[in-house]
């Protein structure tokens, strides 16, 4: 925990380095849903889910909140469990890597970071919301590209109502 946050601090302040000193920087790259990239080693920077920010937002809560919002969109564990590609028990369970999720009374599996984004992602195009999700590779061995940025966009607000015209 304490070195991921010397770490992040770092990829900090080289990205603020480079922006104060007019050094040009790479650009974000964008990356088509279907087609991702490893995400291992990366961390989520930004993200939005139906143009409304995420506090703080990491692979996991976005899966948490996506949850949520197709719970309240299809109502029923079943139907839930049908859009969203990740281990999910009706009730109760904080053993095994999962979290319980009590104002829907689901309990899901933590994922990495290529499982909760491709769950994230999928339950977007299944529910036909909005995703925008930023996120770096940190500097590390096995990351696919260290110390870049890159997007990845689900149903823009122009295409969401496209969908629903």
Same mark, same amino acid.
């Given at each position: 925990?304490?070195?991921?946050?010397?770490?992040? @601090? %770092?990829? *900090?302040?080289?990205?603020? &380095?480079?922006? =104060? +000193?007019?050094?040009?920087?790479?650009?974000? $790259?964008?990356?088509?849903?279907?087609?991702?990239?490893?995400?291992?080693?990366?961390?989520?920077?930004?993200?939005?889910?139906?143009?409304? @920010? %995420?506090? *703080?937002?990491?692979?996991? &809560?976005?899966? =948490? +909140?996506?949850?949520?919002?197709?719970?309240? $969109?299809?109502?029923?564990?079943?139907?839930?469990?049908?859009?969203?590609?990740?281990?999910?028990?009706?009730?109760?369970?904080?053993?095994?890597?999962?979290?319980?999720?009590?104002?829907?009374?689901?309990?899901?599996?933590?994922?990495?970071?290529?499982?909760?984004?491709?769950?994230?992602?999928?339950?977007?195009?299944?529910?036909?919301?909005?995703?925008?999700?930023?996120?770096?590779?940190?500097?590390?061995?096995?990351?696919?590209?260290?110390?870049?940025?890159?997007?990845?966009?689900?149903?823009?607000?122009?295409?969401?109502?496209?969908?629903?015209?």
């Amino acid at each position: 925990m304490v070195i991921n946050r010397a770490l992040d @601090a %770092i990829e *900090r302040l080289a990205v603020d &380095r480079a922006s =104060d +000193e007019g050094h040009a920087t790479k650009a974000e $790259r964008q990356f088509d849903p279907r087609t991702l990239p490893s995400l291992t080693h990366t961390k989520v920077l930004s993200a939005c889910i139906e143009e409304e @920010a %995420i506090a *703080r937002p990491n692979w996991n &809560r976005l899966l =948490d +909140e996506i949850l949520r919002r197709a719970m309240k $969109r299809v109502g029923s564990f079943e139907m839930l469990r049908r859009l969203c590609p990740v281990n999910l028990v009706e009730g109760r369970k904080e053993d095994e890597g999962y979290s319980y999720l009590s104002d829907i009374n689901v309990s899901v599996q933590g994922q990495d970071a290529n499982g909760a984004c491709r769950a994230v992602l999928t339950a977007a195009q299944g529910l036909a919301i909005s995703v925008d999700i930023g996120f770096m590779w940190r500097l590390k061995e096995g990351a696919a590209y260290p110390g870049e940025t890159a997007r990845v966009q689900v149903g823009s607000r122009s295409a969401v109502r496209a969908a629903a015209a």
